[in-house]
DNA sequence: GATTTAAATGGACGATTGTCCATTTTGCAA
DNA sequence: TTGCAAAATGGACAATCGTCCATTTAAATC
């Protein structure tokens, strides 16, 4: 069982964490000091050496929870859905564009972090590896679309799929961070479907996935 | 005539500017203090806050600056191609996944500016004017394509088809971000052009645009 | 209740930040 | 060539940065 103590002690590292992450969503990275963090967690100055080593690290490790967030929450909508192939894409394209993951805080982390990733190798390395995982999962389900639409070369085809659907919805995340309060997420919606129904008109229409018969 | 004095002047003021994109590319906008940027330009620390009164209008000018330079690329590729609404769209893409453009600097320092975006009023500014401009004008390709391609609703096919587009090459730049050494431009403009060959079979095949008969 | 010890505190510290201006340099006009 | 003014210099300055540790607090154990 877990002493009071250790809860404490965990309850503080969390807290700051979340103040890096809210301090980066509302001033940046730039502004995101020793002394902004522990007046947001409400601990002491000493905190951040005695849990993390140094401020670096703490916001590395910010960084990392704050990707492992958003791959839980993707992860937890494909749990609710159907096994076919469309169905997986149809829930990670909503997903990703949801008001729970597309919002305000997630994309002003994310950008910020990104901004950071060339020259910071620990933010880059998580980086990746959400890209990975998430492009693994939608390859897979582009596989099997391909293989049942009997394209020629259905791996290249997946492939190609795969990779115009991150892009796109990460050209969506960019859309929204620039115009937060005019972006439309059903206009970006029906466009990913509209380019993955030109791809493959038995699988999808504006609408999302389609059933098979 | 522009006098010795002016002359020198003005270069100065460039070389500031210029030390700020370097410095940004190479350390990040968070490294990037007065000492390093007056380092760079070989210039004394008095400079930054007599020619821009400070070093946040200069970062701010530094990103205006850069900005503009991209979009510049992208105008002068297009008066070297032809009028049709699949040339201009083709040189667009092309441009914009090219060595010239999309390079490790111009990302590095984009991406850096975009982090702030959120934060800092000015540099959202122009990050919108530049979309704006280059918004309208694929708009504007898209609308000649979709009115020759008869498809139902052209206007909104127009749009979709621009917001994919720009989404989907966004999308490259992050990529290329995140994997600047595997990333393959060949491959990144085979997808753009299967999403719009797959939109607008007679506009445009996986090689880029179509002559119409 | 007394003792132990892990956790948390908060201020001292040197380094670095951006701003600003008294001084020096230098191009140009008289 | 001299005098003037614009431009450039570089150090002083207060403010803030992140680190670290001597001290205090309080949970856990005896």
Do not use: C
């Amino acid at each position: 069982m877990t002493g009071r103590r250790q809860e404490i002690r965990e309850r503080n590292r969390l807290s700051l964490i979340e103040a890096v992450l809210d301090s980066v969503a509302e001033k940046g990275i730039s502004e995101t000091s020793v002394s902004e963090i522990i007046h947001r967690a409400e601990l002491s100055r000493g905190m951040i050496h005695l849990h993390f080593g140094g401020k670096d690290n703490l916001v590395d490790e910010a960084a990392r929870y704050s990707s492992e967030q958003y791959y839980n929450g993707i992860y937890a909508l494909l749990e609710t859905t159907g096994q076919t192939g469309q169905e997986h894409i149809e829930m990670i394209v909503r997903g990703d564009l949801s008001e729970a993951i597309l919002n305000k805080k997630n994309v002003s982390i994310w950008y910020a972090f990104r901004g950071e990733a060339r020259n910071r190798a620990a933010i880059a390395a998580f980086s990746d590896t959400r890209d990975a995982k998430l492009r693994n999962l939608v390859f897979n389900a582009f596989a099997r679309i391909a293989k049942e639409a009997k394209v020629d070369d259905p791996n290249q085809v997946a492939r190609d799929a795969t990779h115009g659907t991150l892009a796109m919805l990460e050209g969506m995340w960019t859309d929204y961070l620039l115009h937060p309060d005019s972006f439309d997420r059903n206009e970006a919606t029906r466009i990913v479907f509209r380019f993955l129904s030109s791809m493959f008109p038995a699988h999808f229409d504006l609408d999302g996935a389609l059933s098979l018969e």
